[in-house]
């Protein structure tokens, strides 16, 4: 449901729309402003001109007070879209695309975003459901949405975990599905037999209510939908309620899905199911929308229908060659590679494996290309033991002289091994980010997640 509210703010008046409303949500905790949207700051209690200090503790504050919790759902839904707010806030590229354009400046098509759009930087952000299509997401933009959710339910935006060997072989994906369906036993109008809605006696039937907004110095008086009537105006008396959907018009309905992840396909790629979220009467449903979200590979890593690798070899390869399975493949197959006589391999030298990359997605029998590059393992300490250092030093290239021409003053240095993690250690523009780490397992992102 979305409703047209009119919001004074300052000396503007401005038209706002509400978000889609979960029945669990209270109504209209959000509106939405034009032409400067500061709905993103709303959710984390700043001003728009917080700092990225004051955004970070807002949002730190917040997580602590919205923790998902599977016994209040609201608290999810309440947590992700706060979460969502600060991803965007904390990036200062997109906080600043956010500042001039809203929402929909996120979402336009020259917003820079590399055809990433909102949806996808907040599907993007959170963890597969696991399977069920709970939370549908939709932060709306202001007076002009996304045009695909014109004329129709809302869709659901479901990210799914996928592994890299999952988009090398490919994967058909069976789910468990919930959605609101339009209740087949009243046809959706949440009514029992032929009982009609009366005027809600909360706002007489104008379907909303007046309400007073503290900003600090001064109280702005707003519309918001009226929470008896669901901003309709209407009210079912209790008893000529429709039994099976208690006059929700909607009731929920499981249902089975398969979707196929498709050899080839990128991160972040979007699979549709057209017509899978939820239904509304009179408006045709909502997509469901997974969303691939890759996990990175501890040994693979992709670019387009590329892979790249690490190979490590011994000395004796690296001097003499090798013939043998160098690695194993993403399908599990072992892939054997044999050097050229009389090349030496140099540490982080590269080579390219043709057609051993990535399937091209539609076109599974094409793929890319392997680059592997080469680490040398040197041998231990323990090796030289064992052998005539005296015959190996006569048989290797001579070690090298002192510097030329020679410096004029020379100091003497202790040799200690080092941890190159210590490297700039105590550098005052590091420590912020050593605490966000701290506290939200890096990246800024947050120490919990919605389940
Ligand atoms: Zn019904
Ligand atoms: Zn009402």
């Known amino acids: 449901m979305h409703v047209v509210v009119e919001v004074e703010e300052k000396n503007a008046v401005l038209r706002s729309r509400a978000f889609k409303r979960a029945s669990s949500q209270p109504p209209f905790g959000l509106l939405k402003m034009a032409p400067v949207e500061t709905d993103l700051y709303d959710l984390l209690g700043v001003s728009p001109d917080a700092s990225e200090a004051e955004i970070k503790k807002a949002y730190r504050q917040k997580a602590k007070e919205h923790h998902p919790n599977i016994n209040d759902p609201a608290a999810g839904q309440k947590f992700q879209e706060m979460a969502a707010a ?22 336009g098509p020259g917003a820079g975003m590399g055809g990433m759009d909102a949806a996808d930087l907040f599907a993007q952000f959170f963890q597969a459901s696991g399977g069920g299509a709970q939370f549908g997401f939709d932060f709306g933009a202001g007076g002009a949405g996304p045009s695909r959710r014109r004329g129709k339910g809302q869709d659901a935006v479901i990210p799914h975990t996928v592994t890299l060997d999952e988009l090398y072989n490919g994967k058909t994906l069976k789910l468990n599905m919930e959605k609101e369906a339009v209740c087949g036993t009243c046809k959706g109008s949440g009514a029992r037999g032929s009982a009609k809605a009366k005027a809600c006696s909360i706002c007489d039937g104008k379907g909303w209510t007046n309400a007073q907004t503290s900003h600090g110095t001064y109280l702005t008086t707003s519309r918001v939908a009226c929470s008896n009537c669901d901003g309709t105006g209407e009210k079912l008396r209790e008893k000529d309620r429709c039994k099976r959907c208690k006059g929700e018009k909607v009731v929920k309905e499981k249902n089975r899905q398969e979707v196929v992840i498709e050899k080839g396909m990128a991160d972040k790629q979007r699979i549709i199911l ?20 890759l996990t990175p590979h501890e040994s693979f890593e992709r670019s387009g229908s590329d892979l790249l690798t690490n190979v490590t070899i011994t000395l004796s390869e690296a001097l003499f060659g090798f013939s043998r399975i160098l690695i194993t493949h993403l399908d599990g197959r072992g892939v054997h590679v044999t050097s050229p006589p009389g090349k030496i391999i140099k540490h982080s030298d590269t080579i390219i494996l043709r057609g051993e990359g990535m399937p091209v997605h539609k076109q599974p029998d094409t793929k890319g290309d392997l680059y592997l590059t080469f680490t040398i393992e040197m041998p231990d300490d323990a090796w030289l033991k064992t052998v005539d250092k005296k015959t190996l030093l006569s048989l290797l290239p001579p070690k090298k002289a002192d510097i030329q021409p020679r410096p004029e003053i020379v100091t003497t240095a202790a040799f200690e091994e080092a941890d190159i993690e210590e490297f700039g250690e105590g550098d005052e523009d590091d420590w912020v980010e050593d605490d966000e780490e701290d506290e939200f397992g890096g990246a800024g992102e947050p120490e919990c997640r919605p389940q």
């Not at 991803?87 to 956010?98: A, G, I, Q, V």
């Not at 057209?274 to 979200?293: K, N």
């Open 86 to 107: 600060y991803e965007t806030l904390n990036d200062p590229e997109l906080r600043h695309m956010y500042d001039l354009g809203g929402m929909e400046g996120l979402n």
């Open 274 to 293: 057209p017509g899978a979220g939820d239904e509304e009467p009179g408006t045709p449903a909502g997509d469901v929308i997974f969303v691939l979200r």
